[in-house]
């Protein structure tokens, strides 16, 4: 049983903030790596993937994967009260079959306070 | 252009009661799938269909069937609904099998209560 577990939540930071969030999986076999965010009472949305070791920033956003250690985080600098929002790790080693077939971890809650 | 459009957006059921769950698109996408998601729990997979004509089980497709009626919809029918089965289901799809750096687009979700 594939297992995506994220650090306990919620979390909250003074707005400015960096808000770091961290996620495990438990299969090696993992190639592709995701964090969607989720607004209460709505869908989540994608905002970083991950399929190589290291860093990807997209804006405030900045993803690490490091694979050895089975390890994917999250970096939000410059936090905003509009980052309130439950964050979800989600991982993919369906290959060329299925991509859209995720193991997600559990969410963590992440309040931005003024 | 609508997306993904679930219906129905709620639904109260008796336990033993059914009901089917409606998700069509208009984007063209061949993968579609049927998540739940349980506080704390995170998202759940429930069934998928990898292209037209093709069902396959998830994490948890216990109490659950599926039909790709076509290319635009892929329902989900809860035979006998039990109490366990209240929940937040989301039907999402995939665009392309086999192409990495795309993403799930979700419905908005069908919020079920099983009493």
């Known amino acids: 049983q594939k297992e995506v577990e994220q650090n306990s939540g919620p979390l909250s930071v003074p707005e400015g903030a960096i808000a770091s969030l961290n996620c495990t999986y438990s299969d090696r076999g993992s190639q592709s790596f995701f964090w969607y965010r989720q607004y209460s009472g709505k869908s989540p949305e994608l905002i970083m993937s991950i399929y190589s070791n290291g860093d990807k920033e997209d804006g405030r956003f900045t993803a690490q994967l490091n694979k050895a250690s089975q390890y994917v985080s999250l970096l939000i600098r410059d936090s905003q009260p509009s980052d309130s929002a439950t964050y979800l790790c989600a991982e993919s080693n369906a290959g060329g079959t299925s991509y859209g077939k995720l193991t997600f971890g559990q969410g963590t809650i992440l309040t931005v306070h003024p | 252009n609508a997306g993904v459009t679930q219906t129905p957006k709620f639904q109260v059921l008796k336990t033993g009661q059914s009901m089917t769950l409606q998700c069509a698109q208009d984007?063209?996408?061949?993968?579609m799938y049927w998540y739940r998601q349980d506080p704390g729990m995170g998202l759940r997979l429930i069934y998928y269909?990898?292209?037209?004509?093709?069902?396959d089980k998830g994490e948890v497709p216990n109490g659950y069937n599926v039909s790709r009626l076509n290319k635009r919809e892929f329902s989900l029918r809860l035979e006998s609904a039990a109490p366990s089965q209240t929940s937040v289901y989301f039907c999402a799809t995939y665009p392309r099998r086999g192409w990495t750096n795309e993403k799930l687009f979700f419905g908005s979700g069908t919020q079920l209560s099983v009493l």
């Open positions: 984007m063209n996408h061949n993968s």
């Open positions: 269909s990898a292209s037209e004509g093709t069902t």
